[in-house]
């Protein structure tokens, strides 16, 4: 498997930060675009105590750039950057994050330094992130960030020795060049030690290789995935759950109750349903599936749907992407029920009684999705802040 590793790409390293690499910031929307094209993304992170011994600082009668050694290796004094807990030393701010696996950090011994994001500039101590790229499967790696001369030079070269092929990616990394020619010196360096130097334009071209994926189980709904060492449920064909927050005009709630097999239990949920093949790509797509599923549930027609938010509904256990919907302007045209076997009840409950109608369903022995109260959470904030709900584009609803 190949592995983009992001090299300390943090506030301080970027212009107007405390150890500012010239347009350090471009490297920023293509690291982004890059993380696309890689199923398993890395970052390393520069991370120093206050009386850190690279910092010129801490050296009486010192300046910043100057030679001096430091037990034992020469050391290049730096002005004080990236320490622990402050703004400068997270990662930068329009660096996206999402799906970083893990960040190495390096740097916090006060004794030593540590340009590359393997090991410790003496080679005493590992980070850990080359026995995790190997425990992850990953034979190749492809290197960006800053600075090109330093971090990113000894985090390719220290990549090669454990064995990984090495890729550089050029316009993705900036340096400091401290003497003018230090960036293609470094360059030239790595090309030398055997690093393949590309652009960001010949990954794009590559295939986006899938993870070591076993399917252990394939069944007429789910299937049982396995991923590395993780196990988790994916639905088959279908990419996401809509659920819908929905209020009558008589400012009611609509909840669904049925008796659900894996739990072996009545349960209180809020109307929802999958999401399909076809949909995810658009919003609309997506409130149309919701439309349809309220419809089919509720037998009731929403003329507003808005998206409130998204994210995983059990994300140890399965894929799914769950979307809440609000839906208003609510009309009954059926009675609802689901489709055949469903046998759902649908309640309509008082908004002021939701908290105490759930609570004694609760009593009763029933078993209440949380995401009906993250539905009231957000009718109960969108009221104390008075935010204007945005319609939807509507059309009518599918089949
Ligand atoms: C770096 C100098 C000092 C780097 C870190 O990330 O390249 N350079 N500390
Ligand atoms: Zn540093």
Redesign the pocket.
């Known amino acids: 498997m190949k592995a983009l590793l992001l090299?300390?790409i943090?506030n301080d390293?970027l212009p107007g930060g405390a150890?500012a690499?010239p347009e350090g910031d471009r490297v920023i929307p293509v690291a982004n675009k890059l993380q696309g094209r890689f199923s398993l993304v890395v970052a390393t992170q520069?991370w120093h105590p206050a009386n850190h011994g690279?910092f010129a600082a801490n050296h009486p009668g010192k300046k910043p750039f100057e030679q001096i050694e430091l037990n034992g290796l020469p050391q290049?004094l730096?002005p004080v950057?990236?320490v622990q807990q402050t703004k400068g030393a997270e990662l930068a701010s329009g660096l996206d994050s999402g799906r970083i696996a893990r960040v190495f950090r390096k740097?916090a011994d006060p004794g030593l330094?540590s340009?590359s994001g393997f090991f410790d500039n003496g080679h005493r101590l590992a980070t850990g992130l080359g026995e995790w790229l190997k425990s992850n499967e990953v034979t190749e790696v492809y290197v960006c960030?800053?600075?090109t001369?330093?971090?990113?030079k000894f985090t390719a070269l220290d990549a090669l020795r454990l064995g990984f092929k090495t890729h550089l990616i050029l316009d993705a990394c900036r340096g400091?060049n401290l003497r003018p020619d230090d960036i293609s010196r470094a360059v030239d360096e790595m090309a030398q030690a055997g690093v393949s130097v590309t652009q960001s334009g010949e990954v794009f071209k590559n295939p986006v290789t899938p993870p070591l994926r076993t399917t252990l189980f394939a069944g007429k709904f789910l299937s049982l995935v396995r991923e590395g060492h993780w196990e988790y449920a994916e639905r088959v064909k279908v990419n996401g759950a809509a659920i819908i927050v929905a209020v009558t005009e008589e400012e009611k709630l609509l909840l669904v109750e049925q008796y659900r097999i894996p739990v072996h239990a009545r349960t209180i949920e809020m109307p929802a349903g999958i999401i399909g093949d076809e949909c995810g790509t658009t919003a609309e797509s997506n409130a149309e599936a919701a439309r349809r599923e309220l419809l089919e549930e509720t037998g009731y027609i929403a003329e507003h749907l808005e998206e409130l938010t998204r994210g995983a509904s059990s994300s140890g256990l399965a894929s799914e992407i769950v979307v809440l919907f609000r839906a208003t302007g609510l009309r009954r045209v059926s009675n609802g029920g689901g489709v055949e076997h469903e046998e759902i009840t649908v309640h309509e409950v008082p908004l002021g009684e939701a908290h105490d109608w759930l609570a004694a369903k609760s009593r009763a022995g029933l078993l209440i999705d949380p995401k009906v109260y993250a539905g009231l959470y957000f009718l109960e904030s969108s009221r104390i802040s008075g935010v204007a709900l945005q319609p939807m584009p509507t059309s009518p609803p599918a089949g």
């Open positions: 090299v300390d943090q390293f150890l690499v520069d690279s290049t730096w950057h990236c740097g330094d340009y960030g800053l600075a001369d330093y971090c990113v400091v």
